[in-house]
Structure formats: structure tokens, C-alpha cells
T-cell receptor, first 114, second 113 residues
Framework: AQSVTQPDIHITVSEGASLELRCNYS??????LFWYVQSPGQGLQLLLKYFSGDTLVQGIKGFEAEFKRSQSSFNLRKPSVHWSDAAEYFC????????????FGSGTRLQVQP | NAGVTQTPKFRILKIGQSMTLQCTQDMNHNYMYWYRQDPGMGLKLIYYSVGAGITDKGEVPNGYNVSRSTTEDFPLRLELAAPSQTSVYFC????????????FGPGTRLTVT
């Protein structure tokens, strides 16, 4: 069965520190991979996506993610976190050509300390 | 271009009541989806549609119904509300060509008591 795992439920970092959020997937073939961010009371906003090609993808708000096929991972990184990055982050994968549905991880809540 | 809009933003229902959650997109996307989000559980697919007149079940369809009479609208119907349907509901859409990325509405927070 297809699945996406985000091992960290909650992460706290200091403002200005670097960030890495983990995501592992289980799919039959290489899926399309996404990171979304959800601010409190808001919908999900797409941060970045990986379809093919360069395994390091750049997104909005200074985020990047690296696809590692050997580790079935798609970790999200940011070199310097800002207080406004506090939110919930979801990793998602898709590959079902029929309905194009995404499978979401359970999310990682990021708290930023001043 | 408003993207994906949902109404209402909040709703409290009594057990057994019915309601329709509205979803509209103005991006001419073929695919539309309904998800529910429960705390610590990520998003679960309720129903989806690949175009007007075509709908199908997702992972958790029980207690819900949908219709897709136009490209723009994809309402979600709860017929007999139950406490287990207390959740945040998100509508999303994606285009036919290109990638799989989905665009989300702001959500509807529903409480059933």
C-alpha cells in the first residue's frame, strides 16, 4: 500500500537556526512528491514539488527539498528559520494516474523560538 | 482569480442533521477532491471527481455524498450527521495536464454534537 511517513510530530527550533523535516514514502514506482505548509486556520499552500530530474528542488519562502531514491526520502530544509515559518508541514506523494489523488503524511508541527 | 473557495467556514450541526459543504474553483481544473483532516492524522480522501458528471469514492466515503454537475462546483453532502464527522474539510482541485499538484481551499470546520 502507498504510504507517506513523517516521523517527527513536533519540532522546535530557534529563529535563525537551520531546519530539516523528514519524509519517507512507500510507493511502487517513483512518485510525484510535494511539501505543503498549513498556517493555523488556513488551507494548505504548496511549498515545492518533485516530478523528475534534478533531485534538489527549490520552493517558495526559501525552502528546498532533496529526493533520495535509495532512502525513499524527500526531506525539507531551510538554512535559516524565521518566526513566520511556524506552521504545520505536510509531505505528500502521488502516482495514481487514474484519480491523481495524493497520499499525505500526518504532518510535522514546527514551533520557532525567539 | 479566487482559486478554490469553500463555504461555510464554520458550522455546528446536531446529530442527524444534514448539510452541504460548498466548493467552487475558478481555474477550470478538471480534477476536484474532498479531504477531511483530523488532528494528527493528515488528510484523508473522501471523494474525488475527474470531470463534470464523474465522481468516485476515496478512502473514507461513508456518510458522505457528492455531485459534479459543472466543472466549477463540487459540493459535499452529509445526510445524517454523526459525531465521527467532526473534522476540518478541505476541497482541492488540480488541472488535467501537467503535474499532480493540488490547490486547496481554506477549509470548513464542522462540529457535530
Amino acid at each position: 500500500a502507498q504510504s507517506v511517513t513523517q516521523p517527527d510530530i513536533h519540532i522546535t527550533v530557534s529563529e535563525g537556526a537551520s531546519l530539516e523535516l523528514r519524509c519517507n514514502y512507500s510507493y511502487g514506482a517513483t512518485p510525484y512528491l510535494f511539501w505543503y505548509v498549513q498556517s493555523p486556520g488556513q488551507g494548505l499552500q504548496l511549498l515545492l514539488k518533485y516530478f523528475s530530474g534534478d533531485t534538489l528542488v527549490q520552493g517558495i519562502k526559501g525552502f528546498e527539498a532533496e529526493f533520495k531514491r535509495s532512502q525513499s526520502s524527500f526531506n525539507l530544509r531551510k538554512p535559516s528559520v524565521h518566526w513566520s515559518d511556524a506552521a504545520e508541514y505536510f509531505c505528500a506523494a502521488g502516482g495514481d494516474t487514474g484519480r491523481r489523488a495524493l497520499t499525505f503524511g500526518s504532518g510535522t508541527r514546527l514551533q520557532v523560538q525567539p | 482569480n479566487a482559486g478554490v473557495t469553500q463555504t461555510p467556514k464554520f458550522r455546528i450541526l446536531k446529530i442527524g442533521q444534514s448539510m452541504t459543504l460548498q466548493c467552487t474553483q475558478d481555474m477550470n481544473h478538471n480534477y476536484m477532491y474532498w479531504y477531511r483532516q483530523d488532528p494528527g492524522m493528515g488528510l484523508k480522501l473522501i471523494y474525488y471527481s475527474v470531470g463534470a458528471g464523474i465522481t468516485d469514492k476515496g478512502e473514507v466515503p461513508n456518510g458522505y455524498n457528492v455531485s459534479r454537475s459543472t466543472t466549477e462546483d463540487f459540493p459535499l453532502r452529509l445526510e445524517l450527521a454523526a459525531p465521527s464527522q467532526t473534522s476540518v474539510y478541505f476541497c482541492a482541485s488540480s488541472k488535467l495536464a501537467g503535474g499532480y499538484e493540488q490547490y486547496f481551499g481554506p477549509g470548513t470546520r464542522l462540529t457535530v454534537t
